[in-house]
């Protein structure tokens, strides 16, 4: 007795290990770049697809799409889009989308990749002024053939999307802060603000910088869209070891010198100014805006010690 209790066991597993398997090889995988986006309707939850490359997928009703600082709905995916891709219907995503072109202003100088003088190695791209592609991490389910999806469509039904732009990273030590219209130069001449890259925080509500002036992108504080902002509420952009951190200038007494002082210790309730000299990571895109190159950033992480180095001890 003892024997067929044990077989049964072994059995009853046996065929849990089978439906899981089963399970698993019914799950993908999908990743690409966003070639196209459409919706169903423009209900508050409405579904629709994505072309991922050459891969159709459809989106669920109700389902929230992943982005580095926010997640919306596919009907949000589009009511946030930039202005004037909101004019056109458009998402916005593909590269292809005539409104990922800013329009140029016409008293200012066009670009070219002589002017650009981010630091790179050979490994890097050549600069263009293309817009970024948006990419897509996609895990999703075939629907079963008897079942009513499967009837309509054998295309893959997604349970997870996250899309980044381009999701290029941008390293080195801090050259230049911009107080007046709010960026950082990094990999530039130390003190002067020019040479290296300009690094904008795509923080469309202007929470951890006040931004204008050049490079800057037509949405809420110079972001070129509002979709891929930082994270506010977690802190994408910070210290090492967590310390909120800022760009100093338009954000007055919020951001100040005072809340990283040079003996004691910084407070962690209050925004931290980010420094010439600070060595810092960010992710993001390239844009470029009325014939300037910026990297628009929704993650920065500062290496550099808030802390002065006698304080830690």
Excluded at 158 to 179: C, M, N, P, W
Excluded at 214 to 232: H, K, M, Q, T, V
Aim: proline share 8%; net charge neutral.
């Amino acid at each position: 007795m003892a024997t067929r209790g044990a077989r049964r066991t072994v059995g009853c597993a046996l065929a849990l290990l089978l439906c899981a398997g089963a399970a698993a090889a019914d799950e993908l995988r999908i990743d690409g770049e966003i070639k196209g986006v459409a919706i169903d309707d423009r209900s508050a939850r409405s579904g629709g697809t994505l072309l991922v490359g050459d891969r159709r997928v459809v989106v669920p009703p109700g389902l929230l799409i992943e982005f580095p600082g926010a997640a919306l709905t596919l009907n949000e995916l589009f009511a946030r889009a930039p202005g004037r891709c909101r004019d056109a219907g458009a998402a916005g995503l593909a590269v292809t989308d005539p409104c990922r072109r800013p329009p140029r202003d016409p008293a200012a100088r066009a670009w070219s990749p002589a002017d650009d003088k981010t630091p790179r190695t050979t490994l890097d791209p050549d600069p263009t002024d293309d817009p970024p592609a948006t990419k897509a991490r996609v895990v999703a389910t075939i629907p079963p053939e008897d079942s009513e999806a499967g009837r309509k469509s054998r295309d893959p039904v997604a349970t997870k999307i996250v899309l980044v732009r381009d999701e290029r990273s941008l390293s080195g030590a801090v050259t230049f802060v911009s107080q007046t219209q709010g960026y950082l130069r990094v990999g530039g001449a130390y003190g002067i603000d020019a040479g290296g890259a300009i690094v904008r925080l795509n923080d469309p509500d202007a929470r951890q910088s006040a931004q204008s002036g050049i490079g800057c992108g037509g949405e809420g504080n110079c972001s070129p869209d509002a979709r891929f902002r930082l994270d506010a509420n977690h802190y994408s952009v910070r210290f090492d070891g967590g310390y909120p951190a800022c760009i100093p200038g338009g954000l007055g007494d919020a951001c100040s010198a005072s809340s990283r002082p040079v003996r004691g210790i910084a407070d962690a309730a209050r925004l931290i100014p980010i420094r010439a000299g600070d060595h810092v990571t960010a992710l993001g895109a390239f844009e470029v805006i009325d014939g300037v190159r910026i990297f628009s950033a929704h993650t920065l992480v500062d290496h550099t010690s808030p802390v002065a180095p006698n304080e830690m001890n």
